[in-house]
């Protein structure tokens, strides 16, 4: 039994050490640690593959993956354009290259790299998908558009096209059309929530309110810890006087996400306009601690503070905001005229 036993681990130990010489199964076993998010784990499995084959554009393009798990962005930028330059016609590097590109706000570079990637192939749906989110942030929605045309062409099952054309479509005013593609979606995958909250920014651009907000009652539904959607339905139920509805979202977005500053500033706003003056303020200090550079946070604390007779406090934010590059004459002109009440 001990010679067995002998043999079986030296066959085992035989085996491993011949999978740590290989490549390949490297990689392979890199994925498994990927797969479960064990990124650092990859890292170490692909350096071992990289050091015993540095050739190998698989396993920078898989080392690169990793790295964006752990948002290292700079090093999976560099093993990427390894691989890209061990392997041309290696498309997937080129669109996972355009993703930290537009991280970058290179734009422009972002959608030359999916340009190769569909020179490459010119069937592949995630680069199409890319290149039109890209154009979009370049306020090319109309060319964005033809784009997620393609994505869906090649891939039926994207639904992210489908949410992107959506979004393009709604920038040019083409609110209903956007949503006849929401509704395409939905009706595919009714458990979309986000499809849902998507949908319900439509019906409110076009005024069919009672549809907006059945649509942000299912989509909540199924997400409720939505801090976003809670938000901007509690705006929905203030414009049609369902105060104490208003209210309880206002009250459960700042719950869901106590780091949302936005849903802080949305429930002192909505203090200040049923006259709890020092309850919005706290509400307002908040909505500052979470999002300290936004002005359009920062202004309406400041003219709060300003009635309730906290100027030293206000003429600091009002000094802040000017720092920031409001460009807003009124700040200046009331920092000057609180200062002079000092």
Same mark, same amino acid.
């Given at each position: 039994?001990?010679?067995?036993?002998?043999?079986?681990?030296?066959?085992?130990?035989?085996?491993?050490?011949?999978?740590?010489?290989?490549?390949?199964?490297?990689?392979?076993?890199?994925?498994?640690?990927?797969?479960?998010?064990?990124?650092?784990?990859?890292?170490?499995?692909?350096?071992?593959?990289?050091?015993?084959?540095?050739?190998?554009?698989? @396993? &920078?393009?898989? /080392? !690169?993956?990793? $790295?964006?798990?752990? =948002?290292? #962005?700079?090093? *999976?930028?560099? +093993?990427?354009? %390894?691989?890209?330059?061990?392997?041309?016609?290696?498309?997937?590097?080129?669109?996972?290259?355009?993703?930290?590109?537009?991280?970058?706000?290179?734009?422009?570079?972002?959608?030359?790299?999916?340009?190769?990637?569909?020179?490459?192939?010119?069937?592949?749906?995630?680069?199409?998908?890319?290149?039109?989110?890209?154009?979009?942030?370049?306020?090319?929605?109309?060319?964005?558009?033809?784009?997620?045309?393609?994505?869906?062409?090649?891939?039926?099952?994207?639904?992210?096209?489908?949410?992107?054309?959506?979004?393009?479509?709604?920038?040019?005013?083409?609110?209903?059309?956007?949503?006849?593609?929401?509704?395409?979606?939905?009706?595919?995958?009714?458990?979309?929530?986000? @499809? &849902?909250?998507? /949908? !319900?920014?439509? $019906?409110?651009?076009? =005024?069919? #309110?009672?549809? *907006?907000?059945? +649509?942000?009652? %299912?989509?909540?539904?199924?997400?409720?810890?939505?801090?976003?959607?809670?938000?901007?339905?509690?705006?929905?139920?203030?414009?049609?006087?369902?105060?104490?509805?208003?209210?309880?979202?206002?009250?459960?977005?700042?719950?869901?996400?106590?780091?949302?500053?936005?849903?802080?500033?949305?429930?002192?706003?909505?203090?200040?306009?049923?006259?709890?003056?020092?309850?919005?303020?706290?509400?307002?200090?908040?909505?500052?601690?979470?999002?300290?550079?936004?002005?359009?946070?920062?202004?309406?604390?400041?003219?709060?503070?300003?009635?309730?007779?906290?100027?030293?406090?206000?003429?600091?934010?009002?000094?802040?905001?000017?720092?920031?590059?409001?460009?807003?004459?009124?700040?200046?002109?009331?920092?000057?005229?609180?200062?002079?009440?000092?």
């Amino acid at each position: 039994m001990k010679r067995l036993f002998l043999f079986i681990v030296l066959v085992i130990f035989a085996f491993f050490s011949k999978a740590q010489n290989d490549p390949d199964k490297l990689i392979k076993e890199s994925a498994l640690f990927q797969n479960k998010k064990q990124y650092r784990q990859a890292i170490y499995t692909l350096d071992k593959a990289i050091l015993i084959k540095p050739g190998s554009a698989l @396993a &920078h393009y898989n /080392r !690169a993956i990793a $790295y964006i798990g752990l =948002n290292s #962005l700079d090093s *999976a930028f560099t +093993d990427l354009s %390894i691989a890209i330059q061990l392997d041309h016609k290696l498309a997937a590097a080129y669109v996972m290259r355009s993703n930290i590109y537009s991280q970058y706000g290179l734009y422009k570079k972002a959608i030359e790299d999916c340009d190769k990637a569909i020179e490459i192939n010119p069937k592949m749906a995630l680069a199409y998908n890319n290149r039109g989110y890209f154009k979009s942030l370049q306020n090319d929605n109309a060319g964005a558009i033809l784009d997620y045309d393609r994505c869906m062409l090649y891939n039926p099952g994207n639904d992210t096209a489908y949410t992107n054309k959506s979004i393009a479509l709604a920038a040019i005013g083409n609110f209903k059309e956007s949503i006849a593609v929401l509704t395409l979606l939905i009706s595919k995958h009714p458990e979309l929530s986000g @499809a &849902h909250f998507e /949908r !319900a920014l439509e $019906y409110k651009n076009v =005024n069919e #309110l009672k549809k *907006a907000m059945d +649509d942000y009652d %299912i989509g909540l539904k199924m997400d409720p810890d939505n801090a976003i959607a809670r938000v901007v339905r509690a705006n929905l139920k203030l414009s049609l006087a369902d105060i104490q509805g208003a209210r309880a979202d206002y009250l459960q977005a700042v719950k869901s996400d106590t780091t949302y500053g936005w849903a802080h500033f949305a429930l002192g706003r909505f203090k200040e306009t049923q006259q709890d003056f020092k309850g919005a303020a706290i509400d307002y200090a908040l909505a500052v601690k979470c999002d300290p550079k936004n002005l359009d946070i920062l202004m309406p604390f400041a003219d709060l503070l300003i009635r309730l007779e906290r100027k030293e406090e206000a003429c600091e934010i009002y000094l802040k905001a000017e720092a920031l590059g409001s460009g807003a004459a009124s700040s200046k002109l009331i920092f000057n005229r609180c200062s002079a009440k000092q």
